[in-house]
């Protein structure tokens, strides 16, 4: 299995470039009222190269793993610290819109909280490290969670994975927004990824 497919990108699939922006590490989505921006030695990651990722990774459960694949959507953006192929867990950070439908009028806290028994039953060695918990994004009112976990590859080899999700209600919709690093942080830190957090900007 080619080690390009080695790239965390948590809640289901990816992709985008730069929208609108003069400057390319720059990416706004002027529909959804959204902006991030990328660190300049970072990179975007495509549609396809994510949909090769998808495939690539085994989930614990393969009912689960045949209903992402058939259903996954394409988000807003993502990103991943290192250029493909990569030998490592390769850092990365994804945006996703999603209409809230059936969870509306339900906080930030309690969407994550439908979402978490999923991942448990996909992910093997799943612990949770962060507890749902309130935040602020963007002037917005979220919520935040924290999971370790072994990502498990199509040949059979582990990588001790945390991932990272935060869940931002606005409207009609919510953002979903998830990265994933080494536990042991090896590959790239957190605090990179704090970083890039910090330059959300959604509209409202």
């Known amino acids: 299995m080619l080690p390009l497919l080695r ?5 289901l699939t990816s992709a985008a470039a730069p929208i609108g922006a003069a400057d390319p590490d720059v990416f706004r989505n002027p529909t959804a009222g959204f902006e991030v921006a990328k660190p300049d030695t970072w990179q975007y990651a495509t549609a396809d190269f994510t ?3 998808l ?3 085994k989930l614990s459960d393969q009912d689960l793993q045949a209903a992402m694949l058939k259903y996954a959507t394409t988000p807003m953006v ?3 610290k290192y250029p493909e192929p990569y030998e490592d867990l390769n850092p990365s950070f994804k945006v996703n819109i999603k209409p809230l439908g059936g969870l509306k009028g339900r906080s930030a ?3 994550i909280s439908v979402l978490l028994p999923h991942f448990e039953k996909a992910f093997k060695d799943y612990k949770l490290v962060q507890p749902p918990m309130e935040v602020e994004l963007s002037g917005l ?3 935040y969670v924290r999971i370790n976990y072994s990502l ?3 040949d059979d080899q582990a990588f001790p994975t945390t991932s990272e999700l935060w869940i931002v209600p606005r409207g009609e919709y919510f953002f979903m927004i998830g990265a994933g690093t080494r536990q042991d942080e090896r590959t790239g830190s957190r605090k990179e990824i704090q970083d890039i957090l910090k330059t959300v900007r959604i509209d409202h």
């Not at 790239?7 to 809640?11: I, K, P, R, S």
């Open 7 to 11: 790239v965390v990108l948590f809640g």
């Open 51 to 53: 949909q090769q990722n």
């Open 55 to 57: 495939r690539a990774t």
């Open 78 to 80: 993502a990103m991943m």
């Open 109 to 111: 806290t309690e969407i």
């Open 141 to 143: 009112t979220g919520s």
């Open 152 to 154: 498990i590859t199509a």
